[in-house]
């Protein structure tokens, strides 16, 4: 089975970084297009970043670039997220997930393309 497994979150304060890990078994990690999502208390999923399968090229949502590095290991099964500037905003749930396909639509920001869940990991911005 597919399993992804987030780990890395914790309480920090406003302009601190964080890194996010996604450790990925069960699939062929580097035939999978890889995004992070967030979800706020209260509200729906929305995008963060996505990267293609060999990791040359990524996306951003408008709220983290600059911010935001997504970055990915394929030799040891992981994808990373960097986060930098921290703000109360980016208070969160952050899910790592893969797309089922060989299609190297890196651009996917909606969360229906995606195939894959992890459980998730909780980032909490302080101000």
């Known amino acids: 089975q597919v399993q992804l497994v987030e780990s890395g979150g914790g309480l920090v304060e406003a302009g601190a970084s964080l890194r996010l890990s996604c450790a990925a078994s069960?699939?062929?990690?580097?035939?999978?297009?890889m995004g992070w999502f967030r979800q706020p208390p209260g509200k729906e999923r929305e995008f963060v970043a996505s990267?293609?399968?060999?990791?040359?090229?990524?996306y951003y949502a408008d709220s983290v670039k600059g911010r935001f590095t997504i970055s990915r290991e394929n030799a040891k099964n992981t994808v990373y997220l960097r986060m930098s500037i921290l703000e109360p905003e980016d208070t969160a749930v952050y899910y790592c997930?893969?797309?089922?396909?060989?299609?190297?639509?890196?651009?996917?920001?909606?969360?229906?393309?995606?195939?894959?869940w992890g459980r998730g990991t909780q980032v909490t911005v302080s101000s």
């Open positions: 997930a893969a797309v089922a396909t060989s299609s190297d639509n890196y651009y996917y920001t909606e969360p229906y393309k995606y195939d894959y």
């Open positions: 069960g699939l062929t990690f580097s035939a999978h297009v």
């Open positions: 990267i293609s399968r060999g990791g040359d090229t990524t």
